[in-house]
């Protein structure tokens, strides 16, 4: 179950990672991994887009559209801090996946790790 919290006029929702899931499989979401080429590079959540910390920049991020912008990162506390930005840069409503990558691997959750024997991308688990 999600849990909003008021941030001045801005509302920051933190996702559960069942209900993260359940949007990303339905396709009503757009997931944005907030964490370093390196990390997406070994392992992701299939479909996320990446925008790491690093040169996070909320400017570029789509907002207002069909599906909202979910940020996730290895625990939550990155894409909770890049949702802050985003809340710091205008956004009305920010949303991140609570526990964030860590979480949707420990549900069980497919994702693409890396095969280590080739460096092909692979579904996992």
Do not use: Q
């Amino acid at each position: 179950m999600s849990t909003r919290e008021t941030i001045g006029t801005a509302v920051l929702e933190t996702l559960d990672v069942e209900e993260a899931h359940a949007l990303h499989l339905a396709n009503a979401i757009v997931l944005i991994d907030v964490r370093t080429p390196a990390e997406y590079g070994f392992e992701h959540v299939a479909g996320a887009l990446l925008a790491p910390v690093s040169d996070f920049d909320p400017a570029r991020l789509p907002e207002g559209g069909a599906r909202p912008v979910v940020l996730i990162c290895g625990s939550g506390m990155r894409s909770r801090r890049m949702a802050e930005r985003c809340i710091e840069a205008g956004f009305s409503h920010v949303r991140h996946v609570g526990g964030g990558f860590s979480a949707w691997k420990a549900a069980g959750y497919g994702y693409l790790g890396t095969d280590t024997a080739t460096g092909a991308h692979v579904p996992r688990p």
